[in-house]
C-alpha cells in the first residue's frame, strides 16, 4: 500500500468520524455483560459478524472449546461455559499472504451494576459533550468499533492488501477469563497479535503475572456475633498486606515495571464481609488480587505460608483459614521480545499521524500473557481505555470514551496497518 493511499485513508477518517461514533453507540447497545460463570457474548458476536458479512469479509463465529486441544490446554480455564459465548474471527486474505497479522479487542463487558447509580443509559450508546457514554465504551467496544470501522474504510475506497488481516472479536476476557484469547490463538496463528485492550494511547509491552483469590476464615462453634470473624479479618489484613509488599519489592526490582503504578497496584483487598446472613456469622469471606511475575507453584508455597500465619495469629479464638482458592486463572507473566519490529511500526505511525510519542510500559492484568506466551513473542497491546480509577473510566458508573482520543486511535491503527502491509 503507498503513502498516498495512506493519506486517502486518514482523510477517509477524519471526514467520515460521525460513522465511527456511530458503530461505537451501535455496539453499545448491546448487552454483553460477563458473570464469570456465564456471559451475554452471543449478540455481540452475531453483530460484529454480519458486520463484516456487509463489506464482504470472511467470517468465522465459533465457541472456543469447539477448538480441538483447547479444554486441554494449561491456559484453559473450566467452568466459564465458553461452549456456549462465541468469538467471532474476520479474515482478509492478502495478494501475497507472506506475513499474518491478527487485531484482538474482548467483546464482553463487566457487569452494569446498580443502573440507579448512572446519569445515563448504560446501553444507551448516547453522544455528548464529546463523549460516547455506556458500559464497554472504553473497555473494549471502542477497539472492536476502530476495526470495524477501518475496514468499512478500506473498503469503501478498495483498498486491497498484500498481507493477510485477521480481527477476532474474543469472549470471556472480564473475571479473569482467557479461554477466548486463548481459542484465537490456536485456532488462527499469526506471525503478531496486536490486542487492543490497553490505557491512555499507550502500548503494553510486558503482561505482569497473578490472580484474584478468595480465601474464607471459619470457626466450628456457632456464633451469635461477627466479633471473632471481624478479628480474624483484621489479623488476614495485616497478613495480606505483608504479602503484598513483597509483590511491590519484587516488581519494583523488576526494570520492566519501573516507572509503573504496577508495584504499588501489586495487591488489592477488593472485599471483605461477615454475618451477612443469620447462619453464617462463624464465617468471613475475603477477595484479593496480586500481580507478581513469580510462577504460580512459588506463589502458592507463599499463600500456604499466611495462611498458617493467620491460624497461629487466631488460634485461641478458634477461627483458623479454611481456604484460599483461586476466583480468576492463573496469569502467567510474559514479555514481548525485544526490538520489536511491530512496537517500533506502531509508534512512527503515532509520531507521524497524530504527532505523539506513544509510551511502552507494562500492563496489568490482562489477555496480552496468553498471546504472547500462546501466540506469538511479538504481541503486545495498544489501545485508549481509560483508567479504573478515573471519572467514567473502565468498569465504573457512566463509563465513557473520547470522541477525539478515538479519531486519533482509528488514525494511528490504520496508519499502522498501512505501513505494515508494505514492510
Not at 101 to 111: G, Q, R, S
Not at 157 to 172: E, H, K, Q, R, V
Not at 186 to 203: E, F, T
Not at 364 to 372: A, K, P, Q, W, Y
Request: charged letters at 30%; a negative charge; proline letters at 3%.
Amino acid at each position: 500500500m503507498d503513502q498516498n493511499m495512506k493519506k486517502r485513508v486518514l482523510e477517509h477518517i477524519e471526514k467520515h468520524r460521525e460513522r465511527l461514533f456511530e458503530i461505537l453507540s451501535e455496539l453499545i447497545k448491546i448487552n454483553s455483560e460477563n458473570f464469570g460463570p456465564h456471559g451475554n457474548e452471543q449478540e455481540m458476536a452475531e453483530f460484529v459478524a454480519k458486520s463484516l458479512e456487509r463489506l464482504n469479509v470472511k467470517n468465522d463465529v465459533y465457541p472456543p472449546e469447539s477448538i480441538p486441544g483447547l479444554t486441554e490446554h494449561r491456559e484453559f480455564l473450566p467452568g466459564r461455559n465458553t461452549d456456549k459465548r462465541p468469538n467471532v474471527t474476520g479474515m482478509i486474505k492478502g495478494t501475497n499472504s507472506k506475513r499474518k497479522l491478527m487485531f484482538t479487542a474482548h467483546i464482553d463487558t463487566m457487569p452494569i451494576g446498580d443502573k440507579s447509580l448512572w446519569s445515563v443509559d448504560p446501553l444507551g450508546g448516547e453522544i455528548k459533550n464529546g463523549r460516547i457514554y455506556g458500559r464497554g465504551a472504553c473497555d473494549d467496544k471502542y477497539a472492536v468499533a476502530t476495526v470495524l470501522f477501518i475496514l468499512e474504510a478500506f473498503r469503501e475506497l478498495g483498498i486491497s492488501l498484500s498481507n493477510d488481516l485477521y480481527f477476532t472479536g474474543y469472549c470471556d476476557e472480564e473475571f479473569g477469563g482467557g479461554n477466548g484469547a486463548l481459542g484465537a490463538c490456536l485456532k488462527y496463528p499469526c506471525d503478531v497479535y496486536v490486542n487492543l485492550d490497553c490505557k491512555n494511547m499507550r502500548i503494553w509491552n510486558c503482561a505482569v503475572g497473578g490472580r484474584r483469590e478468595a480465601l474464607t476464615l471459619m470457626k466450628d462453634a456457632a456464633c451469635i456475633t461477627v466479633d471473632d470473624m471481624i478479628d480474624a479479618i483484621g489479623v488476614a489484613k495485616e497478613e495480606l498486606h505483608t504479602f503484598g509488599e513483597s509483590r511491590k519489592r519484587e516488581l519494583s526490582e523488576n526494570p520492566r515495571f519501573a516507572g509503573t503504578n504496577i508495584p504499588n497496584e501489586s495487591m488489592r483487598i477488593l472485599c471483605m464481609q461477615s454475618g451477612m446472613n443469620t447462619n453464617d456469622r462463624n464465617c468471613a469471606h475475603i477477595e484479593f488480587s496480586y500481580y507478581t511475575d513469580k510462577p504460580e507453584a512459588e506463589i502458592k508455597g507463599e499463600l500456604v505460608a499466611l495462611a498458617e500465619r493467620i491460624n497461629t495469629r487466631m488460634k485461641e479464638t478458634g477461627v483458623y483459614v479454611k481456604s484460599i482458592t483461586p476466583v480468576t486463572r492463573y496469569f502467567r507473566y510474559a514479555f514481548t521480545e525485544s526490538n520489536n519490529e511491530y512496537i517500533k511500526l506502531l509508534k512512527n505511525a503515532g509520531k507521524e499521524t497524530i504527532g505523539e510519542e506513544i509510551i511502552e510500559e507494562a500492563s496489568c492484568l490482562s489477555d496480552l500473557n496468553i498471546f504472547i506466551n500462546n501466540g506469538s513473542r511479538k504481541s503486545f497491546s495498544f489501545g485508549i481505555g481509560r483508567d479504573f480509577n478515573v471519572e467514567g473510566g473502565a468498569h465504573l458508573k457512566d463509563e465513557f470514551i473520547e470522541c477525539e482520543r478515538l479519531v486519533e486511535f482509528a488514525k494511528t491503527v490504520a496508519a499502522f496497518v498501512c505501513d505494515w502491509d508494505q514492510e
